[in-house]
C-alpha cells in the first residue's frame, strides 16, 4: 500500500533537488534534515511506480523518467503559482528586490515597458537590470528572472513562453557584391563570418532544411562578445552575421544589412522567462511574471 505523501510539496522538493543536485543542499535551504528530503523523494518515486534518480555514495543522476516527469512538475507547479496569484487579495503591498538578466538589445521586445507599468502599480518593487551578452548562471549570480532567446537546454528551471522572434543571416551588400552571396548554409565556410562569443555555441549556426534541424560550423573572421557590435561589424562589411532581428532591424530598415539564405531560416525563436522553481515562493516574482505575461506586448 502506497503511502499518503503531500503530492505538492514532495513535487517541489524533487525540484529543488534536481535543481541543486543534493540532497543536502535543499535540506539547509529548507532546514529540515537531509532523511525528510530522501524520504519525500523516495514517496514520490513510489506514488508513481518509477525511479527518478540514481543514487551513489558519490553522486546522484537523473533517470530518464526523472527528466520527463520533471518537466511534468515544473508544468504542474508553475500554473498551481499562477492560480494561486490570480486569487490573491490585491490590497496586500508587493516589496522587495528582483535581479533580472536579459541579453543586450532586446528591450524592444517590450519588456521594459511592461515592467515600468508593474512598478508603478507596486513602487515598492525595486528592480536591478544586467543586460549581459553571455549565459547567466542564475543560482550563483543570485538572479531571480532570466529573459532568454533561443531553444533552452533541459534543466530544473521554470521556463514561461514569452513571444518569439525572427533570426536571420545577413550581410551588407558591399560585402555580397566583393564575396557573393552564399546559396546554401553549407556554403558559409567559404566566407568570413562574424560570431557572437558571448552565445553558447558560437560557432554553429543553425538553420531549416525540408522541415528538418540541421547545423553549419563556420569560422570566425572576426568576433565579439556582444550581439551589437557583431551587427556593426556585419553592417560595416566585414562578413556575414547570424542574429536575432531586434539587434539587426535598424540596419535592415537603412539597407546596410540584407537578409540572406532566407528559405534556410527558422519560422520563429521562442524568447521565455526563466526562474528557479522555489523562487515562485517569492510574491513580487509571481506578481511580475504573470503580468509580463498577461500584459506582453
Not at 536579459?102 to 544586467?130: D, N, Q, T
Not at 536571420?168 to 565556410?189: C, Q, T, W
Request: net charge neutral; proline share 4%; charged share 25%.
Amino acid at each position: 500500500m502506497k503511502r499518503k505523501i503531500d503530492l505538492l510539496k514532495a513535487m517541489n522538493t524533487f525540484v529543488m533537488v534536481a535543481e541543486k543536485g543534493s540532497f543536502s543542499a535543499v535540506s539547509r535551504e529548507l532546514d529540515i534534515v537531509t532523511s525528510a528530503i530522501s524520504r519525500q523523494v523516495s514517496d514520490l518515486e513510489a506514488h508513481f511506480s518509477c525511479q527518478f534518480l540514481y543514487r551513489t555514495t558519490r553522486a546522484m543522476h537523473l533517470t530518464a523518467e526523472g527528466n520527463r516527469y520533471l518537466e511534468e512538475f515544473k508544468e504542474v507547479l508553475g500554473r498551481i503559482s499562477t492560480l494561486e496569484n490570480s486569487t490573491q487579495q490585491s490590497d496586500a503591498e508587493l516589496s522587495g528586490q528582483l535581479t533580472i538578466s536579459a541579453p543586450r538589445g532586446s528591450v524592444s521586445l517590450g519588456f521594459l515597458k511592461v515592467a515600468s507599468e508593474f512598478m508603478a502599480i507596486h513602487p515598492e518593487v525595486k528592480i536591478s537590470w544586467l543586460f549581459l551578452n553571455r549565459f547567466v548562471n542564475m543560482v550563483e549570480e543570485g538572479v531571480d528572472l532570466s529573459v532568454r532567446i533561443g531553444e533552452l537546454p533541459d534543466s530544473s528551471y521554470i521556463a514561461r513562453r514569452y513571444g518569439d522572434i525572427k533570426v536571420n543571416f545577413v550581410a551588407s551588400p558591399d560585402y555580397l557584391a566583393r564575396y557573393g552571396e552564399p546559396i546554401h548554409p553549407k556554403e558559409l565556410v567559404e566566407h568570413r563570418c562574424i560570431t557572437d562569443s558571448s552565445n553558447r555555441l558560437p560557432k554553429r549556426w543553425r538553420y531549416q532544411e525540408n522541415g528538418k534541424e540541421a547545423n553549419v560550423a563556420v569560422t570566425s573572421h572576426n568576433e565579439a562578445n556582444d550581439g551589437d557590435i557583431v551587427a556593426q561589424l556585419a553592417a560595416y562589411g566585414n562578413g556575414i552575421a547570424y542574429l536575432p532581428t531586434f539587434l539587426t532591424q535598424s540596419y535592415l530598415d537603412s539597407g546596410q544589412l540584407i537578409p540572406i539564405l532566407k528559405n534556410y531560416e527558422f519560422d520563429r525563436v521562442p524568447v521565455s522567462l526563466v526562474y528557479p522553481a522555489n523562487l515562485m515562493m517569492n510574491r513580487a516574482l509571481k506578481s511580475f511574471v504573470n503580468y509580463l505575461l498577461e500584459n506582453k506586448i
